[in-house]
């Protein structure tokens, strides 16, 4: 079955320290896998995303993930922490194998990046 | 502006009292969906469709049903609410063609049902 973890329900930082939130998937095909951000009483943003080449890809805000095949990991990093970086952010995966759309999302990781 | 609108924002309701929260989005695209979020349980895929008359359950389909008669608008129906349906709803979009899939969403509906 396709799943999503992320093992932290939050991860805390020092504002301008590097920061690392975990995620680690399980499809039946080859994943497209993709990292939202929600800050307080919005909805989902799109990061980034990895669909194929190569294993670190960016995206917005100096975000970036990589990609390990063999750990089945997608982790999202960060070389130095911002205090507004601080937010719920989600890991998802879509099973292109199936040849669905469904998307499964992760429970969330909270970061919190402290001045 | 390219967005996903949906409405209300905010809701109070009581067990057995239909209600539809209204979704639309501007940008053409043919995949939307509806999800709920729960604290400890991430988003869950109540409902998809793939465009207009397509529509197929997520994981959480029980209580809700959905509607795509038109490709901007996809609606969540809730015909007898109850407390546990209490959560916060979002919609979302995406193109099918020539997409690799990122999803955008609207700013939610929080729904309370008493």
């Known amino acids: 079955a396709q799943s999503v973890a992320q093992p932290e329900d939050q991860v805390n930082v020092a504002e301008g320290n590097p920061l690392t939130v975990k995620c680690t998937y399980s499809v039946s095909g080859n994943p497209y896998l993709f990292w939202y951000v929600q800050y307080p009483n919005r909805g989902l943003q799109f990061l980034l995303k990895?669909?194929?080449?190569?294993?670190l890809v960016k995206g917005s805000y100096g975000f970036e993930a990589e990609f390990n095949k063999s750990q089945t990991s997608f982790h999202l990093k960060k070389p130095s922490a911002l205090v507004s970086d601080s937010a719920l952010y989600f890991c998802a995966v879509r099973d292109t194998g199936k040849g669905t759309y469904k998307y499964i999302f992760g429970t969330g990781t909270r970061l919190k990046v402290l001045a | 502006e390219a967005q996903v609108t949906q409405n209300p924002r905010y809701l109070i309701t009581v067990t057995g009292k239909k209600l539809t929260v209204t979704c639309s989005q501007n940008?053409?695209?043919?995949?939307m969906s509806w999800y709920r979020q729960d604290p400890g349980l991430g988003l869950r895929q109540i409902y998809y469709?793939?465009?207009?008359?397509?529509?197929d359950k997520g994981d959480v389909p029980e209580g809700y049903k959905v509607s795509r008669k038109e490709k901007r608008n996809f609606p969540l129906i809730l015909e007898s609410p109850s407390p546990n349906q209490t959560s916060l709803y979002f919609c979302?979009?995406?193109?099918?063609?020539?997409?690799?899939?990122?999803?955008?969403f609207g700013e939610g509906s929080r729904l309370t049902v008493l």
């Open positions: 469709s793939m465009n207009v008359e397509v529509t």
């Open positions: 979302a979009s995406s193109p099918i063609a020539g997409s690799t899939g990122e999803l955008f």
């Open positions: 990895y669909i194929t080449g190569d294993n």
């Open positions: 940008m053409n695209h043919e995949y």
